[in-house]
């Protein structure tokens, strides 16, 4: 039975390190690791889960996210300058397109596939002030349309395991939106799926577990909560660090779950910026690939 009390059962990811804006995890089954990033650290991070090896690499210019590709190797991942295609072993970076050319104080800030292969992703201001982010489909084909704006700071795309409907969070207005996906990609208009309460800070990156319920990330406050299909709060977990980013199921039968966090502006804090791994007490959904 799922208790409603809260649960301090957060461990540390050894050599986790101190991530100025902890972002993006990704499970990756080719690899037997998670890989996340921190943006304005402007870092890729690896986990091995066969031996808890981190392994670092530094980029050019801050990166929001990454997701791995399914035909090729490597992965697609969202710079300050738009889409790209990412390599780690030797290090080699493509840019693929810039949608906002005439917005260089904006950056890409979360984003994941879909059944489909495609990839949603948000863009922000720097400044997180704003409304003039947007949220963007990138296709297979590596064409890219812009499905709906304005957002302020968007965050955790989450698909529907059916793919027929998706998740996306504008943190600076701690709501939770939920958008049908029409056949030919585009979106259906957004309503509002969940509000975060007062006392909960802000909604930031989420991911969908096995039996349909959202995980989300709470900014401010530390916290990691369950919400069902009908947006009902249902556990939440303490961590310790106030500004917990994202989270994703991983491990060969996706029963672990790896949590980023963000220690800009927390110097009072420990073990913010660090990686956790916490006992979700159900399993993840396969993660999804880039079609192209």
């Known amino acids: ?44 991070m690896r986990l091995s889960l066969a031996d808890g090896a981190v392994t670092r690499w530094d ?93 302020c700071i968007p965050n955790g795309p989450a698909i529907a395991p059916d793919g027929t409907w998706l998740l996306h969070t504008d943190t600076a207005r701690g709501t939770i939106y939920r958008y049908a996906i029409n056949d030919d990609g585009s979106l259906a208009p957004r309503t509002e799926f969940l509000r975060f309460e007062d006392d909960w800070g802000s909604p930031d990156g989420m991911t969908f577990d096995a039996e349909g319920h959202l995980w989300v990330g709470h900014w401010g406050t530390g916290q990691l909560s369950r919400f069902d299909p009908a947006g009902k709060r249902e556990r939440f977990l303490r961590l310790p660090a106030s500004q917990i980013t994202s989270c994703t199921f991983a491990g060969p039968d996706l029963s672990r779950m790896f949590v980023t966090s963000a220690a800009d502006g927390r110097d009072d804090e420990p073990h913010a910026g660090a990686l956790f791994e916490v006992d979700p007490g159900v399993r993840g959904l396969p993660t999804l690939r880039f079609g192209g």
């Open 1 to 44: 039975m799922m208790s409603d009390s809260p649960r301090q059962d957060a461990v540390v990811v050894p050599g986790s390190g101190r991530a100025t804006l902890g972002e993006g995890p990704v499970w990756s089954e080719r690899q037997n690791a998670v890989f996340w990033v921190d943006i304005l650290g402007r870092q890729v």
């Open 59 to 151: 980029m050019p210019a801050p990166i929001g996210w990454l997701v791995e590709r399914e035909s090729k190797p490597g992965f697609i991942a969202g710079f300050a300058s738009g889409f790209a295609e990412l390599d780690l072993e030797p290090l080699a970076i493509r840019p693929i397109a810039d949608p906002e050319p005439d917005l260089p104080t904006n950056r890409m800030n979360d984003a994941k596939a879909d059944p489909k292969g495609r990839i949603w992703a948000g863009t922000m201001p720097f400044s997180c002030e704003g409304d003039v982010g947007a949220f963007y489909r990138l296709d297979p084909d590596l064409s890219w349309t812009c499905v709906d704006k304005p957002y």
